[in-house]
């Protein structure tokens, strides 16, 4: 396999990659489902979505604010990666 | 790898619903409870009377006298008749015992958009025809003005729910008390406040003293009643009907115990 897209695979599938993504998104999406199962670990989640609506909403006011889901989800798979990818270069480091 | 990685995100799943649960809002708050057992110097006497019988907008008036003398205060739900939240708050005060002064509730202000679930009825949006030095501008307004002036309250207070957030989203006002100048606005945000996580940090109340020149039914009542007026407004952003429901009634509650009506320390 091409050693760049084995690098890409590993860090989408880096634990660190996909216990950030779900740190940001799970305890945020359970307060979304219900307002008493907010977490204080739903703060990252809570910041990023409503940073994003306000960001969105000032910049084109008619969007309902579920629209937002999307990049919300593709905003923290990109942070889940650059965590990932941080820990993949330290893995390697490590071992090196 | 693929062991760690299923771990990792079980992990997180358990402790967000661990932690959601150990942390709920608030209720057990002194206002709430006062504002619903009767009072211990006997049993207030309701009234209920149709305002504008006859016609469309045709609407319940509910009157509670307390047993001992006090202010008047004023509650209004359904002045758009999409806000369930006030609605159902309002129909709940309705049922509340104040220990002092009176208590006049109107669950459905606007029936027509009530009924019809929308922020406006036949006439337009209501919460805008309460112009400055002028009679309201449609029979539904002027026959609420009506019933406020015949009340004269001194205390007057205006349920709503916004789509977002005051200061985050724009032209949306949710998680704010409106008041008029002399009105207790900053006491009020505080106080809901309690009720809201450290971890919700913008939804957080904001007080924000009215401007009483506008055609808004609680600002007209702050400047030809001298009424102490607030607007109270949360969110449809994150907040479930549930949350809603509970952080209008801790408004009314508290609104209600500041100004006199309920006696929340138990003695007076
Ligand atoms: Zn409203």
């Not at chain 2, 220990?99 to 029936?111: F, Q």
């Not at chain 2, 009530?114 to 501008?137: K, Y």
Request: contains cysteine; glycine residues 10%; proline residues 6%.
């Amino acid at each position: 396999m091409n050693p760049s897209v084995e690098a890409l695979r590993r860090i989408a599938t880096s634990p660190a990659t996909i216990g950030t993504y779900a740190l940001l998104v799970v305890p945020f999406a359970l307060g979304w489902f219900e307002t008493q199962l907010f977490s204080p670990l739903a703060l990252p989640g809570y910041l990023l979505f409503s940073i994003g609506t306000a960001i969105g909403n000032a910049l084109a006011p008619r969007f309902e604010f579920w629209i937002y889901w999307a990049p919300f989800l593709v905003g923290c798979f990109g942070i889940a990666s650059a965590v990932g990818a941080g820990y993949e270069w330290w893995c390697g480091r490590r071992s090196a | 790898m693929r062991r760690r990685t299923i771990l990792a995100a079980g992990g997180v799943v358990v402790g967000s619903v661990t932690a959601g649960l150990a942390s709920r809002l608030p209720t057990a708050h002194r206002s709430l409870s006062a504002a619903r057992r009767p009072g211990d110097a006997g049993e207030a006497s309701t009234n209920a009377e149709p305002l504008l019988p006859g016609t469309d907008h045709e609407t319940t008036l509910y009157e509670i006298d307390a047993p001992r003398d006090g202010p008047t205060a004023m509650v209004f739900g359904g002045v758009h008749g999409d806000e369930r939240s006030g609605i159902v708050v309002a129909r709940q005060v309705a049922e509340w015992r104040p220990d002092a002064g009176t208590l006049v509730v109107v669950p459905e202000t606007n029936r027509v958009a009530v009924e019809n679930g929308e922020r406006e009825g036949v006439d337009g949006d209501l919460n805008r025809h309460f112009p400055a030095d002028r009679e309201p501008l449609t029979d539904l307004a002027r026959g609420i003005w009506d019933a406020v002036e015949r009340y004269d309250p001194d205390v007057v207070l205006d349920l709503h729910r916004s789509l977002g957030i005051r200061g985050l989203h724009r032209e949306f006002v949710g998680q704010a008390v409106y008041h008029s100048p002399d009105a207790r606005g900053e006491e009020l945000a505080a106080a809901l406040d309690d009720a809201v996580p450290w971890y919700l940090p913008f939804h957080r109340f904001a007080a924000s003293e009215t401007n009483l020149s506008g055609p808004l039914l609680f600002q007209k009542a702050a400047r030809e009643l001298g009424a102490s007026a607030y607007l109270f407004e949360t969110t449809e952003f994150l907040l479930d009907r549930e949350a809603r429901v509970e952080l209008t009634r801790l408004a009314a509650a508290h609104v209600l115990d500041m100004h006199g009506l309920l006696d929340a320390e138990g003695e007076r």
